[in-house]
């Protein structure tokens, strides 16, 4: 089995040998770990199509959502909704050590604010690192053309931020794609898409990105924070 402390180059070339596309490699995570990989969703419109994907896998698959207590409204009544048209997937809510009443008591009432890579570390990487230390490999749905930053991303990746092997199925899909996928299969998905969020986070820290301007732009805008810390070593 590839898994971090055994990231060998050679075994990866060979997987990803043949034109390899993003169901080739969902099933080959599927087939590798079986049930030692981790889907970790943000119910964004990519997640909707993964989880559409992984549910053509394994019908039991372990997926997980990190629930700061920050997300709109929308964001857990799709969670619900995707419940019911997976009733057989493990969708679970994981939630941070340290509730939003003690935050604000140890760090002020807006750390997002304030600090929102300490808010990130507290309600995102802290919880995920527990959440997926059983596991060898985790999903997720990152594409390259969201930002600079994830224009590197290969379908799997030696993340040396949680020590694990972390598989990217969607690397080469187009925003455009997602939503075409959306649409054909008649997924549910959030309707902030249609009120031009194309990247949905926590509440306080998303906004609609500006005309032209990248689709993860609109998060934690003015403040000079681009990601979460989950896809940063
Ligand atoms: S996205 Fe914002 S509110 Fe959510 S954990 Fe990060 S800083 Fe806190």
């Keep these: 089995m590839l898994d971090y402390e055994n990231w060998d180059d050679t075994k990866v070339n060979s997987i990803l040998a043949g034109n390899r596309d993003y169901f080739d490699i969902l099933k080959w995570a599927y087939r590798e770990y079986q049930k030692d990989i981790v889907y970790a969703c943000s119910f964004g419109a990519e997640g909707i199509v993964l989880i559409d994907l992984i549910y053509k896998v394994d019908k039991e698959a372990s997926i997980k959502f990190l629930d700061t207590g920050l997300h709109f409204p929308e964001t857990y009544q799709l969670i619900e909704k995707v419940r019911q048209r997976y009733p057989t997937l493990k969708i679970e809510m994981v939630t941070p050590g340290i509730s939003l009443k003690e935050q604000a008591k140890q760090h002020g009432g807006e750390l997002w604010k ?12 802290a919880p995920l690192k527990e959440a997926i230390a059983g ?26 931020k949680f020590r694990k092997i972390k598989i990217c199925p969607l690397i080469h899909w187009t925003w455009d794609e997602v939503l075409a996928y959306i649409a054909l299969n008649k997924l549910p998905y959030n309707p902030l898409h249609d009120q ?22 609109g998060r934690w805008a003015g403040l000079g924070k681009t990601e979460c810390g989950l896809h940063q070593s």
Excluded: H, M
Excluded at 114 to 125: A, M
Excluded at 135 to 160: C, F, H, M, P, V
Excluded at 198 to 203: D, E, F, L, N, T
């Design 114 to 125: 304030e600090n929102p890579n300490l808010c990130c570390q507290l309600r995102k990487v």
């Design 135 to 160: 596991a060898k490999a985790w999903i997720t749905g990152l594409r390259r053309e969201q930002s600079l930053s994830r224009s590197q991303t290969q379908y799997i990746n030696k993340d040396d």
């Design 196 to 217: 031009g969020f194309p990247s949905i986070g926590c509440a306080p820290c998303t906004r609609p990105p500006q005309p032209g301007a990248d689709s993860r732009s």
